[in-house]
């Protein structure tokens, strides 16, 4: 049987299938049985909840990770606490209603009122009181725990979707592959699996339904296809094929270290696209001339309470020492969309993309802006730190948040507590009712940066993660290039910096492009470096120019494609990005 998706990362991989579904508790009200019986089932749930938190406890205290050690330690308290424990005993005795519904009855009754009080550290227990339920509910159903990040053996994980959490803690040793219902190209679990150099295919409709656990499959990332049943031969063939594929990447891995210049003399910006200070992040940050995108929202993900404003100022530190004067561009929260966040209970929204999402988000929820942006500028004095705020719509938008900045600063300033008063302040240009105001954004913007996974999600009004949507999710729609062409002159009219750090900068066909309209700055994810170097050496800016007249002036995002195929030579197979 053969299966087709969206390629969100390219490669290949041949191996067991691993179904993985986030558990989502459904819970009746009548009891399964008499009071007695459903107080044994707790216990047992209980019990079983226990062993899977102290042996969480006991696997980051012995990798030397104390802040998921204290974490699960202190979960363990909550589960084990007594007062809390009563109560649900006393529920359950009463016969009213199944054990199931009393736990979660009373863990949510203790969880809304820490939320209502002031305290912002006993706040931050709601989080882990929803964690702790929706763990015990499992073990209520008896349903095994799935940790993607410590997987029983190498796997091509399969999923209806994968949020970004669940990519970044990737257990990456054991992952081949990736498949996903959901998600295309730019989702945000695509980016990951590209920095990770692990395949994906995302996009895949009935796909979990359609295999099952430990069959053989054989993941095409190249083509966007899935195979399952094959036969012999095919297994070798794709083998094949695979260590091709391996060895083509092994060359262009050659130009890492080039100087990233064009044949007329041109020297292009390559920079790096980072998510936290991770050692295997920065891996690559000697052969960059910067970080052009650091997402700080990935700080955030995977734990019960937001970071404080250390535990950033730490994270933001290492990185601009690691990047050793050269600039860091960091993004201020970007979360909503297809990134939720345990640690703040955000409403569901019926449009995420178009909703209360990063910059908005932040207006929302001033304290937490606030410790970011304190925070930011306290790292500032060890770096090169450019600060960058996401989803700007309006001039309003821009303005609220540099005010934001000056009242940081203000107070910093009171405090005698030392900061770059020099620091750039720029945008993401990533809606288009902004970037048609780049005129006049480029006077108040120290500095800007292209987005064009949103950006091109909104100029062509297709989701980014939507399947049913990604042929209208147009990366080559000549709009998107008279869009950016509009962005970069006025950018380049004031003397302003304007890169792009969307997936566009490392696809291969669209970064000529790109240059070719004026573009000097092009960050991308670790894997793309080498291939955009071998791009950039192999194509005379002149030539690059000629393209971005043509394409401008064609009509549709297939005549672009068609083009750029025919008049672009690359030495690599695949072309990468978005
Ligand atoms: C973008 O939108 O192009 C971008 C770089 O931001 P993100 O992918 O994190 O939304
Ligand atoms: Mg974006």
């Given at each position: 049987m053969k299966y087709t998706g969206t390629t969100g990362s390219a490669g290949i991989a041949i191996g067991k299938v691993y179904l993985y579904q986030r558990f989502q508790p459904e819970i009746t009200m009548e009891p399964a049985g008499p009071p007695d019986c459903e107080l044994l089932h707790y216990r047992t749930a209980q019990n079983a909840a226990r062993k899977e938190l102290e042996a969480l406890r006991t696997r980051f205290s012995e990798t030397g990770n104390s802040e998921q050690t204290a974490i699960f330690a202190a979960q363990l308290e909550i589960l084990l606490d007594e007062t809390i424990d009563e109560e649900i005993r006393n529920g359950i005795s009463s016969g009213e209603c199944s054990g199931a519904w009393v736990i979660h009855s009373v863990f949510e009754q203790y969880a809304a009122m820490f939320e209502g009080l002031d305290d912002p550290i006993i706040q931050e227990r709601a989080a882990d009181l929803r964690d702790i339920c929706v763990r015990l509910l499992r073990c209520w159903a008896d349903l095994p725990e799935q940790n993607l990040s410590a997987l029983p053996e190498p796997v091509i994980i399969v999923a209806h979707d994968l949020l970004p959490s669940d990519t970044a803690t990737l257990d990456r040793k054991n992952t081949l592959g990736i498949l996903t219902e959901t998600g295309g190209g730019t989702s945000h679990s695509a980016i990951i699996a590209r920095a990770y150099e692990i395949p994906a295919v995302l996009g895949v409709s009935g796909i979990v339904s359609a295999l099952k656990n430990r069959q053989e499959v054989i993941l095409d990332a190249i083509n966007g296809k899935v195979l399952t049943n094959f036969s012999l031969e095919t297994r070798?063939?794709?083998?094949?094929?695979?260590?091709?594929?391996?060895?083509?990447?092994?060359?262009?891995?050659?130009?890492?270290?080039?100087?990233?210049?064009?044949?007329?003399?041109?020297?292009?910006?390559?920079?790096?696209?980072?998510?936290?200070?991770?050692?295997?992040?920065?891996?690559?940050?000697?052969?960059?001339?910067?970080?052009?995108?650091?997402r700080s929202e990935f700080l955030y993900m995977g734990r019960s309470a937001p970071p404080t404003e250390e535990e950033q100022f730490q994270a933001y530190r290492k990185?601009?020492?690691?990047?050793?004067?050269?600039?860091?561009?960091?993004?201020?929260?970007?979360?909503?969309?297809?990134?939720?966040?345990?640690?703040l209970d955000l409403p569901k929204e019926e449009n995420p993309f178009l909703g209360e999402r990063a910059l908005r988000l932040c207006f929302r929820h001033p304290e937490i802006f606030h410790t970011q942006l304190r925070a930011a500028l306290r790292a500032s004095s060890f770096g090169q730190l450019w600060l960058m705020f996401p989803m700007v719509s309006s001039m309003e938008d821009l303005r609220r948040a540099k005010a934001c900045l000056e009242r940081a600063k203000e107070e910093l300033r009171s405090e005698r507590v030392p900061f770059r008063e020099d620091l750039k302040t720029g945008m993401m240009i990533e809606v288009p009712s902004i970037a048609l105001l780049a005129d006049q954004a480029a006077k108040e913007a120290d500095f800007a940066s292209i987005g064009t996974n949103d950006l091109i999600q909104y100029l062509t009004a297709a989701d980014r993660g939507n399947p049913a949507v990604s042929d209208y999710y147009q990366a080559y729609h000549p709009a998107v290039f008279r869009l950016i062409r509009y962005v970069?002159?006025?950018?380049?009219?004031?003397?302003?910096?304007?890169?792009?750090?969307?997936?566009?900068?490392?696809?291969?066909?669209?970064?000529?492009?790109?240059?070719?309209l004026g573009i000097r700055q092009l960050s991308v994810g670790a894997a793309s470096v080498a291939?955009?170097?071998?791009?950039?050496?192999?194509?005379?800016?002149?030539?690059?120019?000629?393209?971005?007249?043509?394409?401008?002036?064609?009509?549709?995002?297939?005549?672009?494609?068609?083009?750029?195929?025919?008049?672009?030579?690359?030495?690599?197979?695949?072309?990468g990005g978005s």
């Open positions: 070798s063939t794709y083998e094949s094929k695979r260590q091709e594929y391996l060895q083509q990447q092994a060359y262009t891995k050659q130009f890492i270290a080039r100087e990233p210049v064009t044949p007329d003399n041109v020297r292009i910006l390559v920079e790096l696209n980072i998510a936290s200070a991770a050692p295997q992040e920065l891996e690559a940050v000697k052969y960059t001339d910067g970080a052009g995108l650091f990185v601009l020492m690691a990047y050793n004067h050269r600039p860091v561009i960091l993004r201020t929260l970007d979360i909503g969309g297809d990134k939720p966040l345990a640690c970069a002159r006025y950018f380049a009219a004031q003397g302003k910096p304007v890169g792009v750090c969307g997936e566009m900068g490392g696809n291969l066909l669209a970064a000529t492009v790109l240059i070719g291939a955009v170097k071998q791009m950039i050496s192999s194509t005379s800016c002149e030539k690059a120019e000629e393209l971005a007249k043509t394409v401008c002036g064609l009509s549709t995002a297939g005549e672009v494609y068609q083009y750029l195929r025919e008049k672009v030579t690359l030495s690599h197979s695949f072309i």
